[in-house]
C-alpha cells in the first residue's frame, strides 16, 4: 500500500488535496463543484489611490465632511480633559518630587527664596491657579467616574448635568486653593 492512499484513507481532506495530478467533480449539497488545486491570482486593479475622490468630483458629490459636522458635546470635551490633567498632575508630582531629591535645601528655604523676589501677588495667584486645577478638576471628575461605575446618574441628561457640577466645583475649588 502506497503512503499516499495510507493517507487518504485516514485523512479528512479530499484525494485532490493529496494528489494534485487531476481535479475530481465533487457533489456538495445537490451541487457540483470542481476543485482546482492550482493558485489563484490575485486580480489586477487598474485605478489609482485616489480612485474614490475622483470619482466623487466627477459625479459632483460633496467630499466627506468627518467630524466638523458634529457639535462638540460636553462629554467628549471632559473625557479629553480628564485625560490632560491626569497627565499635567502626573507631571506636577514627578517634578516636584525630583526636586525634592535633588535640591539641596527644604521646601521652606525656596519659599522663602520666591518671597524675597518681590513678585507681585497675582502672578503668584494664577500661578497657584494652574498648580491646583489639574489636582482640583482631575480628582472631582474621577469621582464622577466613579459613580458612574457604581452605576449612578448614567443617563444623558444627568449626564451632562454632572459635567457642568464637576466643572462648576472645579473652579470653586481651584480658587479656594489659590488663596491658600
Not at 22 to 28: L, Q, S, W
Not at 84 to 106: D, K, N, Q, Y
Not at 146 to 175: H, P, Q
Request: glycine content about 4%; charged content about 20%; aromatic content about 12%.
Amino acid at each position: 500500500m502506497s503512503i499516499s492512499r495510507i493517507i487518504s484513507r485516514f485523512s479528512l481532506y479530499p484525494k485532490s488535496l493529496l494528489a494534485p495530478r487531476y481535479a475530481p467533480t465533487y457533489k456538495i449539497l445537490c451541487r457540483e463543484v470542481r476543485i482546482d488545486p492550482r493558485q489563484a491570482e490575485p486580480p489586477v486593479t487598474t485605478r489609482s489611490e485616489d480612485y474614490y475622490d475622483e470619482s466623487n468630483r466627477v459625479r459632483g458629490r460633496p467630499m466627506a465632511p468627518s467630524i466638523s459636522i458634529y457639535a462638540t458635546e460636553i462629554q467628549g470635551v471632559m473625557s479629553i480633559s480628564n485625560r490632560v490633567t491626569g497627565v499635567a498632575w502626573t507631571m506636577e508630582i514627578v517634578t516636584f518630587a525630583i526636586c525634592a531629591l535633588v535640591l539641596p535645601e527644604s521646601v521652606d528655604y525656596y519659599v522663602e527664596k520666591i518671597n524675597s523676589w518681590n513678585i507681585d501677588p497675582v502672578i503668584i495667584f494664577v500661578c497657584k491657579l494652574f498648580l491646583a486645577w489639574p489636582i482640583c478638576y482631575h480628582t472631582i471628575d474621577g469621582s464622577r467616574h466613579l459613580l458612574w461605575d457604581l452605576g449612578w446618574k448614567l443617563n444623558v441628561k444627568r449626564v451632562i448635568i454632572s459635567g457642568w457640577l464637576v466643572i462648576l466645583l472645579s473652579i470653586i475649588s481651584t480658587i479656594c486653593m489659590g488663596f491658600y
